[in-house]
């Protein structure tokens, strides 16, 4: 094998052609039925990256915790607190008050897991639950406002030069996390720390900031998605982030994220969230019913887990 | 004993093994008698590892033959190999950390009641078992984590005993052992001769190979060189031999100028330093240019030293002085980067010294991130820069910095994580037994680094298990026992009988 591909990037590119097989079988398909393409226009996949925003912004995150090893469980209700409180104090405080929902419960989060040393699987999901009993608090003697501000509205749903903002967000934030793996100390740190904790401290690196660290990024991502959804929606609700977590670690894990850590890349990160976002579509409109998306959907992540485990074993 | 004693009781025949088209054994012809005590010698990488996981089932050949008493063998798995008598020691060890020493023993094959494990029959093997290896103080119940890495060993040794061996490999096996240990085994392996087992030894260390072999088989690259009796050949031809060319003496000289450690206030100095009921009490003095060994029989709190210095360890008493200023840093980053810097290469450099999944240049790095990064950023060129450099000082011979660190031999892996200290140009410069389960030629190379360290100006605490060690690369040996240092040696008062003597707390002041 000369052209052998490194551990790392099989998963990339296997889940790259994937996304191109989901986009040749939903043309086929509506070929077939209709005689037309809309699959391969610019129109849709533009549409489908705006509503493949959210999630990708909550994946980007959730990447970061798990290359430590550890994972983050508290992202709906992150998502869903800092939209509502956002919502709630309005105004032009709508947005910074999100990010300091966002950070404060990375700082929570992070300190539990690095400094209080419980596993981040229970501690997250703790403060999840603890932060959905905050929210149903705040609404249940009157009704805060919830509607969106203009800047969320236009985060969500203007575009510039025909793009929608959403992606240009996305974008950003994938810029920043890319900056942050590749080329700064505590991007290698985060690898280090989740290749072998205790070698990574017994080289110098303080490895609870850099768990701290991580579990910030990972809350203020959720609480930028949170701030986008209220936008696309125009309001924020209760349960309005419970729809992104499985698929953000799935989307990690498919892009070639190894889940115990150390191993990973961003790139297949956003190739995980393209084939989540595809994948779900095509299903819908070739008119699955509902059970049968879910059955493919299974079946689709964990036999392309399958190919990456089967393949790694034959390189090594 | 036996009248087969002249066929060969294993017999391999170009036996060859390919990894991803990179030779590990080619053609390799090689026999072992019963009844004989057969040490393999070989740098890193010769193929030893290689032999003796075919040997044991864990690996297939690709060509060859092997047989077994005369028999034509194929082991599948290693229980398939186990079945046949063939018993194996690896290198990296294999116990379960949260079983018992019982559990442990009998993992394998427990002993059944009903179809249930009987636990007191259980303890019962697994005392008699340490009874054989002389280690009646380890209790049968007690965890494996909780035990020291010398007797983790000697349960190894006791587990692979219970097999009942007809070949009985031992990769490595007395590498972490003490020497009181080191003799029972010693003793164990001669009672076994005389049964008519066969034992494959393997080890770096020569006069340990000396001592008890009586045959020697050498290797190569892959390839079997030769096999002698013991006593045909110096040490210095089979050391030829092993390396494929002539060395210089083992150890580099040592400047005969005694360094002015009285004048100069030395860089690291500690006092009464205590730590639970591991240090009592640690006085020891290193100054500039010196290389100060830590002695002593294993256990005694000589890792327990080097990681309260380090600043590993919490509730840490005692004053420590380093470069003139007191205190016990509060973390490893804090001892890094402190004026003073310090660096430890840790006892198991597969766990604690490197990152074994991330590339080498990933791993030289991990202890210079704060060095070499413009604000937040890294600066890629100088990255570039300080891992060739590491590379070309340590003389490390890789395809591709990118490539995993676990690609390299031990002695290679072992020169990152050394390089990636040497990175951060420290001042004090703690070695927990920096050779164990290296070859020859990376040792002696080991061994010029920290004397030219110490040339520049450097303190070096070394702790060592290994005597020889000591005596030819330190200028002074404090010798640890119970948690304190109990003997000071210096220069040419240091001895084989000095130290074992001081390490046993006999001639010395009453503790």
Known sequence: MQLSLSAENKPIVISSLFVVAILIAGTAYTLWTAGTAPLLSVGYLLQQLQTGSFLGICAAGMMMVILLGHIDLSIPWTLTAAAMTATAVGGDMALPTALAVGLAVGLVNGIGVAYLRIPSMIFTLGVDTVLRGLMVAQTGGFAPQDTATPLMLFLAKDRILGIPVAILVWAAVSLVIVTILTRTGFGRSIYATGSREGAAYLSGIRTRRVIVGAFVISSLCASIAGVLLTGYSAKAYQGMGNAFLLPAIAAVVLGGTHILGGKGRYVGTLIGVILIVLLNSVLSIMQMPEAGRQIIYGTVIVSMLLVYGRNQRVTS | ?511
């Open chain 2, 1 to 511: 004993m036996q009248a087969t004693s002249d066929t060969p009781i294993v017999e391999y025949q170009g036996i060859s093994r390919y990894f991803a088209g990179i030779r590990a054994l080619e053609g390799v012809h090689f026999a072992c008698r019963p009844g004989s005590i057969h040490g393999i010698l070989g740098e890193n990488g010769a193929g030893k590892s290689t032999l003796i996981k075919i040997m044991s089932g864990v690996l297939q050949p690709d060509a060859g033959t092997m047989r077994l008493a005369g028999r034509t063998v194929n082991f599948a798995t290693p229980k398939a190999a186990n079945a046949a008598g063939i018993v194996c020691m690896f290198q990296e060890l294999s116990l379960v950390p949260d079983l018992s020493v019982a559990d442990n023993i009998s993992i394998s094959d427990p002993p059944r009641r009903f179809g249930l494990i009987d636990r007191r029959a259980q303890v019962r093997r697994a005392e008699e078992l340490l009874a054989a290896v002389r280690c009646e103080e380890i209790d049968p119940r007690a965890l494996v984590r909780e035990l020291s890495l010398s007797r983790r060993q000697m349960v190894e040794i006791a587990k692979a005993l219970g097999r009942k061996p007809k070949v009985l490999i031992l990769d490595e096996a007395t590498s972490a052992l003490t020497s009181r240990d080191v003799e029972t085994v010693y003793g164990l392996l001669k009672d076994l001769k005389a049964k008519g087992v066969a034992s494959l030894f393997i080890s770096h260390r020569m006069h340990e190979v000396d001592a008890l072999c009586d045959t020697l088989s050498v290797f190569r690259n892959g390839r079997h060189i030769e096999t002698f009796a013991k006593g045909d050949k110096s040490e210095r031809e089979i050391v030829r031999l092993m390396i494929g060319r002539d060395v210089e003496a083992q150890f580099p000289p040592k400047p005969s100028r005694k360094p002015d450690a009285k004048t100069a206030e030395p860089l690291l100095g500690v006092r009464s330093l205590s730590w639970g009921k591991r240090l009592n009490g640690v006085d020891l003095d290193v100054g500039r240019g010196e290389i100060v060994g830590l002695g002593g029989l294993d256990g005694q709190g000589q890792k327990e030293l080097l990681l309260a210095l380090f600043g590993v360890l919490r509730d840490v008493d005692g004053d420590v002085t380093v470069g003139g200023r007191s205190g016990i840093p509060s973390s490893p980053a804090a001892a890094s980067s402190a004026a003073t810097r310090m660096a430890l290469v840790p006892e198991d450099r597969k766990t604690e010294g490197l990152m074994l999944g991330m590339s080498i240049a990933d791993n030289l790095l991990a202890a210079s991130y704060g060095r070499i990064s413009k604000g937040p950023f890294l600066d890629m060129a100088a990255a570039r820069r300080e891992i060739s450099d590491g590379l070309a000082k340590l003389q490390i011979k890789i395809g591709d910095a990118a490539d995993p660190v676990m690609t390299l031999s031990g002695g290679n892996q072992q020169k990152v994580v050394i390089a990636k200290w040497l990175m951060i140009d420290p001042d004090i410069i703690l070695l927990n037994d920096p050779t164990r389960g290296i070859d020859v030629g990376t040792k002696q190379e080991i061994y010029r680094l920290m004397r030219d360290l110490a040339n520049e100006g450097k303190a070096i605490l070394f702790y060592s298990s290994d005597y020889a060690e000591l005596i030819g690369c330190c200028d002074r040996v404090s010798v640890l026992y119970g948690g304190r240092v109990v003997s000071e040696q210096e220069g040419s008062e240091i001895t084989e009988e000095s130290l074992v003597a001081a390490s046993l707390n006999i001639g010395t002041e009453a503790a």
